[in-house]
């Protein structure tokens, strides 16, 4: 039996997911106000602009939150951490590695990242915020502070 463990960003994946399908409801909440506006009636009010004003605030809202949502889709799809008895790969800010621990000089663990440090020289590092869970992101710190331990004995 493989002693091997895995934590994944699916949770969070799912729930930028949810507020895409919210950003989508907020734009078409700002179309229909914009739809059902009396236009007469704004004109002769003279509030013109602020007649307007409350739809371009959804729609606005909505495009922002909707291209948000996109930009952290991208940035954190499929990124995964996986745990070996000597080794680990995990896929952070779309760069994929495979380590062990003789390729490492240095961990350093820090409040939302895990910062690797090679022997070859080159650099990684592991946003802790793509993971929702707290107990995930407490259990691959704890895995990283073993294998710092490891390193430096």
């Known amino acids: 039996?493989?002693?091997i463990r895995r934590y994944s960003t699916e949770k969070v994946e799912n729930r930028i997911k949810t507020l895409k399908k919210y950003a989508i409801a907020i734009i078409g909440f700002g179309i229909l106000?914009?739809?059902?506006?009396?236009?007469?009636?704004?004109?002769?009010?003279?509030?013109?602009?602020?007649?307007?004003?409350?739809?371009?605030?959804?729609?606005?809202?909505?495009?922002?939150?909707?291209?948000?949502?996109?930009?952290?889709?991208?940035?954190?799809?499929g990124s995964f951490i996986e745990f070996g008895n000597k080794d680990f790969s995990f896929k952070s800010n779309q760069i994929e590695k495979k380590l062990s621990l003789t390729d490492l000089s240095d961990i350093e663990i820090k409040l939302k990242s895990i910062e690797l440090s090679a022997s070859d020289g080159s650099e990684y590092s592991?946003?802790?915020?793509?993971?929702?869970?707290?107990?995930?992101?407490?259990?691959?710190?704890?895995?990283?502070?073993?294998?710092?331990?490891?390193?430096?004995s």
């Open 126 to 152: 592991i946003n802790l915020d793509d993971y929702a869970q707290v107990k995930d992101k407490k259990e691959i710190k704890n895995e990283f502070e073993v294998y710092r331990n490891q390193i430096q």
């Open 1 to 3: 039996m493989s002693d």
């Open 33 to 77: 106000i914009l739809a059902f506006k009396d236009y007469d009636q704004i004109r002769a009010d003279g509030a013109f602009i602020g007649g307007f004003l409350d739809s371009a605030v959804f729609i606005s809202l909505g495009v922002l939150t909707y291209l948000n949502s996109i930009k952290q889709e991208k940035r954190i799809k």
